[in-house]
């Protein structure tokens, strides 16, 4: 019965370009951008700015070269699809489940922080449970708009994104007034060596972006995907940027601590209480959108699509039958990301250090078996690439940089810390024990694109 309506359901297509929009903007990685921005700046000073461009131009060249894919294989399984097709269904599972493994752990750690975040408004709140309270609070709010309707939580997410990004924006603008050009000097206090270690810390905070390829199963027009890949890459890294630039430009890097967000403490410099207060919601909102629509609808989607190529059991496969959203695969995520944080509030360092590592590696082997799969489509189908409504620019040149900067994100992160590798490399063994256990002899499911 499970497997006869995992069949017959499908998702609905019900989303729109600036749903879509949303979700890649949204998706930027919260907890990274508004917490974390202080341990970047410690390492690199106003190089800082710098390394976080750096990392978010990585991530752009990244959505651009992937936007083939994306139109012409629309998929919830985004890079599992595409990889499978490509390089088999080994390599395809593991280019899933990994992006989709990234995704729960952020779901901890994000959760974690949203529930910090939320105590700032209460300050009579006193003991750290209280901030898991908030957290899992939060978590089941979200898991609940994700199982009522991909539209309804896509449009919250939408709304949301507005609100951050204007008032970013706006931010941004009223700051420069109250810029000191003299806190840009020395630019690179720490040398070479701060500057490049700072980077890592950037692609966390950008990490997540490429998240939008997965609602390629529920848009509308698959034409969105590519066009929402570029325009949400383009917000982001300008928003965050000039944010950035003037943050640095009002407080001196050498005063900026990692006790509370910088952003907040720069907006309680220009406009009083009432701006720190505005800002403390803004980095609400960014936690808030990449648990959303990051964590709860695209690691859903990816098991989704596990389930339904006979990856993984088939109940992850189960569409509500009225929401057409995937109940159990959400469920699942909610709880892995109750768990998480609950494991957070009491060993931190292994939620925010170790996890937080093997988020980014899970992410950097799904990223280039993802970028691979994007050369092979063009040199094994290049009738299909003639027919797509919209080709990547300048090939090769984008899949280049994707490696490069998958490169350089590899170095700085990995080179001095082979215990990470080495424990990537044994629970990668055991998603290899996975795949051979639920995977479905013969043909996949799923109708190949032909």
Not at 131 to 158: D, K, R, Y
Not at 217 to 233: R, V
Not at 292 to 306: D, K, P
Not at 321 to 327: F, G, H, M, Q
Request: glycine fraction near 10%.
């Amino acid at each position: 019965m499970m497997e006869q309506r995992v069949l017959e359901l499908a998702p609905e297509r019900k989303l729109g370009y600036w749903h879509i929009w949303a979700l890649g903007v949204g998706a930027v990685v919260g907890d990274g951008v508004f917490l974390l921005m202080g341990q970047g700046i410690a390492m690199a000073g106003p190089g800082a700015i710098l390394a976080y461009f750096i990392a978010g131009l990585s991530q752009f060249f990244l959505m651009i070269a992937l936007g083939e894919l994306a139109v012409g294989m629309p998929n919830a399984g985004a890079m599992s699809r595409w990889v499978e097709r490509m390089m088999g269904r080994w390599w395809g599972f593991l280019s899933g489940v990994t992006f989709a493994l990234g995704w729960v752990i952020a779901g901890g750690s994000v959760g974690l922080a949203l529930g910090k975040i939320t105590m700032w408004f209460f300050p009579q709140l006193q003991g750290e449970y209280w901030s898991v309270i908030f957290a899992v609070f939060f978590i089941t709010v979200f898991a609940v708009l994700n199982i009522l309707g991909t539209e309804i939580a896509a449009t919250t997410q939408l709304l949301l994104v507005i609100i951050m990004t204007a008032v970013i924006a706006i931010f941004s603008l009223i700051g420069l007034k109250d810029m000191n050009l003299e806190n840009f000097t020395p630019f690179l206090p720490h040398g070479s060596e701060g500057f490049w270690s700072a980077i890592p810390l950037g692609t966390y905070a950008y990490l997540g972006a490429v998240t939008l390829a997965t609602a390629g199963g529920e848009c509308k027009d698959p034409k969105d995907l590519p066009k929402a890949l570029i325009w949400s890459g383009i917000t982001f890294l300008i928003l965050y940027t000039a944010a950035q630039a003037v943050l640095q430009g009002l407080i001196p890097w050498n005063q900026i601590t990692m006790d509370s967000s910088p952003f907040t403490v720069a907006a309680g410099q220009v406009f009083g209480f009432a701006g720190a207060f505005v800002m403390n919601a803004v980095a609400w909102i960014a936690a808030a959108t990449c648990i959303l629509m990051g964590t709860l609808y695209a690691a859903s989607r990816i098991f989704y699509a596990q389930a339904r190529e006979g990856f993984l059991p088939a109940f992850f496969g189960y569409l509500h039958p009225k929401t057409k959203t995937p109940l159990y695969g959400i469920l699942f995520v909610w709880a892995c990301s109750v768990a998480l944080v609950i494991l957070g509030s009491l060993n931190p360092d292994f939620l925010y250090v170790e996890l937080s590592n093997q988020l980014v590696l899970s992410w950097m082997v799904s990223w280039t078996l993802a970028l691979i799969a994007a050369v092979l489509y063009r040199k094994k189908h290049p009738d299909e690439i003639e027919r797509l409504p919209w080709k990547q620019p300048l090939y090769p040149l984008f899949p280049i940089l994707g490696f490069i900067g998958i490169g350089i994100v590899c170095y700085g992160s990995f080179v001095g810390s082979p215990m990470t590798l080495l424990r990537g490399a044994i629970w990668m063994g055991a998603l290899f024990i996975v795949f051979k256990l639920f995977q479905k002899k013969g043909q996949s499911t799923v109708t190949h694109r032909s």
